[in-house]
């Protein structure tokens, strides 16, 4: 087998072996499975409640429902990619992998797959679970429309999520600190309970920059219609997509300059501080 | 030397502090550590004040109620940093630093201890509310004004609601010693508090019998009076027909039971920790 199969070879099951704690373990650990429904389900309840405070029509409803079930894969990719290089370090993982004859590429699609298929079924479930309390209803003609969206939205977000865990690769204590920071102001942004056109045209093109802004919007004016709009569904989709090149192009660019860095600081290994 | 007992609980409840304050800030530059502090309060309040928009379009005889999201939201940074942040911190001490056992095992009661790491939590969120009030009150035009406060119902106030919430979060943080992998439960516990508190709606909205549960919390009671003791009248009040003193009594007899139950809570999970060696338990970190 030449050397370029065998890289092949190597990537392709490097990205099953990461995917499968994602998958597997994540599930096993009960107390992971009961945060990654209960934190977006409370938060969800908690805006719902503001709106029915403030006596808002139904539709503001399915809103907050959407952005909640969104919010799951925003932590996820904050949490469990941004931040994932930086626990990985601490318990000695991170060696092992430089070590190895993979590459750091190869891990975090793993991570990212694995995340994936395990935060699609907890952001269902924090769907259903808020449409049948709230009694959301969609339009059954966008929901094929929603699903392409979806799964181009969740390509992008993650392709950032690898741009961040290569970010983070140089933190030790204030990588919880930055996700933690970067929890709040995203999900303003990315207008998670509210429509994205009462952003304004220069906060929302500039919080465009987040996928999760533009799918979510798409998202909602192909399954609730009355959405307000702030660009059309089909040029909300068509920038997610390019999002998701122009992230893994910086997500890879980032890596390799991040790792040669780590390596020549010693950061590959230096636990926290 | 002999170092009186008073002195002794002094100097320790000061270390806690000081450590907590360390533990919290040192990872970074002051100022970076402010912006840190604020983002996530700041941020809070857009997404209120957008939702206000998009729904009332900034009615005036709406603006109320502006005034009702703003002071809870900003007043909240309190019980997250009391709640959420203190048990991650109680949880960090066992888990990653590997020192909870030496605060143990000082000549210091443990409480103290942890009335102390509580206590710089409490502090650092003091700045955040402040920046969060001013914030509001220049960018949205609330009519907040500092000679119109009244200073002494707040205090009052703030101080019982710092009592409740330290009780919570001690007896809280030492239920979740018995976990190795427990440090989400602090924020849940923080959000379910959220929702069961006034802070971003009145409790009326909440269904039946959740909005008794939270009428037994102190909670909603302190943001009442710190609501009406900023705005006075020109808030949204969630106990309109009650007076400002029979709001303050609801508010201290919901303290005297936080702080009796979690007394109790606390003797008990502190004699399983020591029972079954939750102190200097290896956990997830």
Redesign the interface.
């Known amino acids: 087998m030449n050397d370029r199969a065998e890289g092949a070879r190597l990537f392709l099951k490097t990205i099953v072996a990461r995917a499968y704690p994602r998958v597997v373990a994540a599930n096993r650990q009960k107390s992971w499975v009961f945060f990654d429904l209960a934190f977006p389900l409370v938060g969800t309840f908690a805006m719902v409640f503001v709106y029915e405070g403030l006596h808002a029509p139904k539709q503001f409803l399915g809103f907050v429902v959407m952005g909640g079930a969104m919010l799951a894969f925003w932590q996820n990719v904050l949490w469990s990619m941004g931040a994932q290089f930086s626990w990985d370090r601490d318990n000695g993982t991170l060696e092992l992998y430089a070590i190895s004859p993979t590459t750091f590429e190869g891990v975090l699609l793993g991570m990212a797959v694995g995340a994936m298929f395990t935060t699609t079924i907890r952001g269902a479930a924090v769907l259903l679970i808020g449409s049948l309390l709230f009694g959301v209803s969609y339009s059954l003609s966008g929901i094929l429309p929603a699903a392409g969206i979806f799964l181009l939205t969740l390509a992008a977000l993650y392709c950032l999520g690898m741009l961040l865990a290569s970010l983070f690769l140089f933190y030790s204590r204030e990588a919880w600190h930055l996700s933690n920071a970067l929890q709040e102001p995203v999900n303003f942004l990315s207008g998670l309970y509210f429509p994205v056109k009462a952003l304004g045209a220069y906060v929302g093109g500039a919080a465009s920059l987040i996928p999760l802004t533009l799918g979510l919007d798409a998202m909602r004016q192909v399954l609730l219609p009355g959405t307000p709009r702030f660009l059309s569904p089909g040029l909300e989709t068509l920038a997610v997509a390019a999002q998701i090149p122009l992230f893994a192009f910086l997500a890879y660019s980032s890596l390799r300059f991040m790792e040669a860095r780590a390596r020549r600081e010693g950061k590959l290994i230096s636990k926290w501080s | 030397m002999v170092v009186a007992p008073a002195a002794r609980t002094w100097t320790g409840f000061t270390t806690a502090v000081r450590l907590g304050w360390a533990v919290s800030s040192n990872?970074?530059r002051p100022a970076l550590f402010v912006i840190?502090a604020v983002?996530?309060p700041i941020?809070?309040a857009?997404?209120?004040v957008?939702?206000?928009?998009?729904?009332?379009g900034g009615r005036g005889n709406a603006r109320t109620?502006l005034s009702f999201?703003i002071i809870g939201t900003a007043f909240w940074a309190f019980v997250n940093e009391g709640v959420s942040e203190f048990a991650v911190g109680i949880l960090e001490d066992r888990g990653?630093f590997k020192m909870l056992k030496y605060a143990y095992l000082a000549p210091l009661r443990f409480p103290i201890f942890l009335v102390g790491r509580a206590s710089s939590k409490l502090t650092s969120a003091a700045a955040s509310v402040l920046i969060v009030l001013v914030v509001a009150t220049v960018g949205l035009r609330l009519p907040i004004s500092p000679l119109e406060v009244n200073y002494g119902l707040l205090a009052i106030a703030c101080l019982l609601a710092f009592i409740a919430v330290m009780a919570f979060s001690i007896a809280l943080s030492m239920i979740l010693l018995a976990?190795r992998?427990?440090y989400?439960y602090g924020?849940?516990m923080a959000?379910?508090l959220?929702?069961f508190s006034g802070a971003?709606?009145?409790i009326a909205?909440?269904p039946g019998p959740l909005a008794f549960l939270a009428s037994l919390s102190p909670l909603a009671y302190w943001l009442e009076l710190t609501r009406r003791a900023i705005l006075h009248g020109r808030v949204y009040e969630m106990f309109p027909n009650l007076s400002d003193g029979e709001v303050l009594l609801r508010l201290a007899l919901a303290t005297a039971g936080t702080v009796a139950l979690g007394y109790l809570t606390y003797l008990w999970a502190d004699r399983r920790a020591r029972r079954k060696g939750y102190i200097d338990m290896d956990a997830n970190?």
């Open positions: 990872w970074t840190y983002l996530r941020s809070t857009l997404i209120l957008v939702m206000y928009n998009v729904i009332t109620y999201l990653r976990g992998d427990a989400g924020e849940i959000q379910v959220y929702l971003i709606f009145p909205v909440l970190f």
